[in-house]
Nanobody
Framework: QVHLVESGGGSVQPGGSLRLSCAAS????????MGWFRQAPGKEREFVAG????????YYDGSVKGRFAISRDNTKNAVYLQMNSLKPEDTAVYYC?????????????????WGQGTQVTVSS
């Protein structure tokens, strides 16, 4: 059974940083592409960043490019999202997701496995 558990969320002032982690179990992690999505109140879940199974290729939504960085450690079955220069509009529940493919897709429907989410609040 696949389990994804996010951690690292919290409250931060604008301009601050947070690092999200996602621990995966129950899957051969190294053959799964991983994605981070977020959902703000009243909005649809949206793609934030993704990384292919090898960790060699990353993808970002334009709203976070240059501020966020996704990485993974296949020896620890973990994926990370470093978030810098946070803005109030980054406030959302952040989810990690896995798909049994080497390639990233930005559509949430392409990911069958999801974590429970972690809240990120950016406010002064």
């Amino acid at each position: 059974q696949v389990h994804l558990v996010e951690s690292g969320g919290g409250s931060v002032q604008p301009g601050g940083s947070l690092r999200l982690s996602c621990a995966a179990s129950g899957l051969t992690f190294s053959i799964y592409a991983m994605g981070w999505f977020r959902q703000a109140p009243g909005k649809e879940r949206e793609f934030v960043a993704g990384i292919n199974s090898y960790g060699m290729t990353t993808y970002y939504d334009g709203s976070v490019k240059g501020r966020f960085a996704i990485s993974r450690d296949n020896t620890k079955n973990a994926v990370y999202l470093q978030m810098n220069s946070l803005k109030p509009e980054d406030t959302a529940v952040y989810y990690c997701a896995a798909r049994a493919s080497r390639t990233v897709l930005p559509s949430s429907g392409q990911y069958p496995y999801w974590g429970q989410g972690t809240q990120v609040t950016v406010s002064s």
